[in-house]
Nanobody
Framework: QVQLRESGGGLVQAGGSLRLSCVASGFTFNMYTMGWFRQAPGKEREFVATITWGSADTVHADSVKGRFTIARDNAKNTVYLQMNSLKSEDTAVYYC???????????????????WGQGTQVTVSP
């Protein structure tokens, strides 16, 4: 049974940092691309970052480029999202997701992902 469990969210002031973690279980972690997405109240879910199974390739959304960094530790079945210089517009529920295919490239479209975590709330105060 595939499980994705996010943690690390919270309340932070603008300019601060948070590191999100997503621990995976129920599948061979190092065979799948992982992604982070977010959804703010009243808005569509949006892509944040993705990393391929061997960490060779990453893609970050333009809105977070230079501030957020995705990484993974295959030995720990964990994908991370380091978030620096946070802004109020980063406030959202953040979700990690696992790709539908085995060993694909990077994937920025949500339809490329088959499994999603429950999400962790990130709130950035002005």
């Amino acid at each position: 049974q595939v499980q994705l469990r996010e943690s690390g969210g919270g309340l932070v002031q603008a300019g601060g940092s948070l590191r999100l973690s997503c621990v995976a279980s129920g599948f061979t972690f190092n065979m799948y691309t992982m992604g982070w997405f977010r959804q703010a109240p009243g808005k569509e879910r949006e892509f944040v970052a993705t990393i391929t199974w061997g960490s060779a390739d990453t893609v970050h959304a333009d809105s977070v480029k230079g501030r957020f960094t995705i990484a993974r530790d295959n030995a720990k079945n964990t994908v991370y999202l380091q978030m620096n210089s946070l802004k109020s517009e980063d406030t959202a529920v953040y979700y990690c997701a696992r790709s539908r295919q085995v060993r694909p490239g990077t994937a920025v479209d949500g339809s490329a992902y088959a499994y999603w975590g429950q999400g962790t709330q990130v709130t950035v105060s002005p």
